[in-house]
């Protein structure tokens, strides 16, 4: 069965301060995808990435970038020079395609706090 | 584009009401989904329904339906709430179909939080 771990819950860190947040999955399915999503205290879920499996390229978007490495079934995330707005939880979900089953498992989302 | 839109934002039932969620999708797209979201136990998936159909569908009692309208839009229906359905309701909306590429990239709207006393 489909699983997404993230084992950090909560990362504090001051501004400017890179991190990363990790997420590890676990899929039987050839094809899928994963995505990174933003939590806000609003609480809308707000897309950031979405990357399909035959696409390990590491991508960059300003200040964020991803790192996909399906040798250790990992997806992580890291914020450089994070800032005050960057505050939130991050969720790590996946989608899976060969059974037909495209809703998204997520993890269970790591809150990080950015501290001025 | 307009976003996804929820109504009611706010919502308080008490046990054993009947309770109904309203999401209109971006406009085009014809996949809605629903999840539920709780602290205990995380974001879990509800169900999705494309072009008026269940398509997925996931493990929670009879208690939860849904359905979809021909202009997309989709209710959600939690009869003889209990305590534990307090939650934030998310509904999430994608174009759905292989064909218009990116179909599974599902946006999301700004959630119902139901609260159930």
């Known amino acids: 069965a489909q699983k997404v771990t993230q084992a950090q819950t909560e990362i504090s860190v001051v501004e400017k301060e890179d991190v990363t947040l990790d997420c590890v999955y676990e899929t039987r399915d050839t094809t899928y995808y994963l995505f990174w999503y933003k939590q806000p205290p609003s609480g809308e879920l707000v897309f950031l990435i979405r990357?399909?499996?035959?696409?390990?390229q590491n991508e960059i978007s300003g200040r964020y970038s991803w790192n996909f490495q399906k040798s250790t079934s990992s997806f992580n995330f890291t914020i450089t020079a994070s800032q005050v707005v960057d505050s939130a939880v991050y969720f790590c979900?996946?989608?899976?395609?060969?059974?037909?089953?495209?809703?998204?498992?997520f993890g269970s989302g790591t809150r990080l706090q950015v501290q001025p | 584009k307009a976003g996804v839109t929820q109504t009611p934002r706010y919502l308080i039932k008490t046990r054993g009401q009947q309770v109904t969620l309203s999401c209109s999708p971006i406009s085009g797209h014809r996949s809605v989904s629903w999840y539920q979201q709780t602290p205990g136990q995380g974001l879990q998936f509800l169900f999705e329904?494309?072009?008026?159909?269940?398509?997925n569908k996931g493990n929670f009692p009879g208690r939860f339906s849904g359905r979809q309208f021909s202009n997309s839009r989709s209710e959600m229906n939690v009869s003889t709430l209990e305590l534990g359905d307090s939650a934030l309701y998310l509904c999430?909306?994608?174009?759905?179909?292989?064909?218009?590429?990116?179909?599974?990239?599902?946006?999301f709207g700004p959630g119902t939080r139901l609260t159930v006393l």
């Open positions: 979900a996946l989608s899976e395609e060969d059974t037909g089953r495209r809703a998204l498992t």
């Open positions: 329904y494309f072009s008026e159909t269940q398509r």
């Open positions: 999430a909306s994608s174009s759905g179909s292989k064909r218009e590429g990116r179909h599974n990239e599902q946006f």
């Open positions: 990357r399909n499996s035959f696409d390990e």
